[in-house]
């Protein structure tokens, strides 16, 4: 991938707010690896930010529900009834004796259609995750690019103060080479006035 094509400037102009020209090679590469991943995720046609359509709630109501305790719950209460009634309440009128194959056929009917509901459902949360995870690296990239600058930034700082204290330094022995300017060893600076 070519280095200066319109996704790479795209992205260095928006996450690291620079141009390609000064970008490293390490920040080049992470940029067309994010390229890739969001070529890969988005289509050209990207999709419109819409809400969530009816049966996508409805989708995410059944799943939320069907993965409850009140859902397990409700439902072995209704089959300990059912088995119930059946066996002992109704005995020979039962209108599903043991070994109740009315309630297995409602109970995979059930299965049946709730098992893709659920699945539509996590088809939903994992495109959600994984946008989620695009945003998270891109601003980690933000943070480490940030990151580099400030380190950057301090070792030019490091670099200004050590240039500082070698002049202080140069300073000082030039003051010690000429003649009658020797500073006040320790004892003798105790001595004077004001000194303890």
Same mark, same amino acid.
């Given at each position: +991938?070519?280095?200066?094509?319109?996704?790479?400037?795209?992205?260095?102009? %928006?996450?690291? %707010?620079?141009?390609? *020209?000064?970008?490293?090679?390490?920040? =080049?590469?992470?940029?067309?690896?994010?390229?890739?991943?969001?070529?890969?995720?988005?289509?050209? %046609?990207?999709?419109?930010?819409?809400?969530?359509?009816?049966?996508?709630?409805?989708?995410?109501?059944?799943?939320?529900?069907?993965?409850?305790?009140?859902?397990? +719950?409700?439902?072995?209460?209704?089959?300990?009834?059912?088995?119930?009634?059946?066996?002992?309440l109704l005995g020979t009128r039962a209108f599903d004796p043991y070994p109740y194959i009315f309630l297995n056929l409602m109970l995979s009917m059930l299965a049946a259609?709730?098992?893709?509901?659920?699945? +539509?459902?996590?088809?939903?949360?994992?495109?959600?995750?994984?946008?989620? +995870?695009?945003? &998270?690296?891109?601003?980690?990239?933000?943070?480490?690019?940030?990151? &580099? *600058?400030?380190?950057?930034?301090?070792? %030019?700082?490091?670099?200004? =103060?050590?240039? &500082?204290? &070698? =002049?202080?330094?140069?300073?000082?022995?030039? =003051?010690?080479?000429?003649?009658?300017?020797?500073?006040?060893?320790?004892?003798?600076?105790?001595?004077?006035?004001? *000194?303890?």
């Amino acid at each position: +991938m070519n280095p200066t094509s319109k996704d790479i400037k795209y992205l260095a102009e %928006h996450l690291l %707010h620079t141009g390609v *020209g000064g970008l490293a090679e390490r920040e =080049l590469q992470a940029l067309m690896r994010i390229s890739r991943k969001l070529q890969s995720v988005r289509p050209e %046609h990207a999709l419109p930010d819409r809400g969530p359509t009816f049966g996508e709630r409805l989708a995410d109501r059944v799943a939320e529900f069907g993965g409850s305790w009140t859902f397990i +719950m409700i439902f072995g209460s209704f089959l300990v009834s059912w088995a119930f009634i059946n066996s002992e309440l109704l005995g020979t009128r039962a209108f599903d004796p043991y070994p109740y194959i009315f309630l297995n056929l409602m109970l995979s009917m059930l299965a049946a259609i709730q098992a893709p509901i659920i699945m +539509m459902s996590q088809n939903r949360q994992t495109a959600r995750d994984r946008m989620t +995870m695009i945003r &998270d690296f891109e601003v980690n990239l933000k943070a480490e690019a940030a990151i &580099d *600058g400030l380190h950057k930034r301090m070792d %030019h700082l490091t670099w200004e =103060l050590l240039s &500082d204290l &070698d =002049l202080i330094k140069q300073g000082q022995r030039q =003051l010690l080479q000429q003649p009658g300017k020797q500073p006040p060893s320790a004892p003798e600076a105790a001595d004077q006035p004001g *000194g303890d």
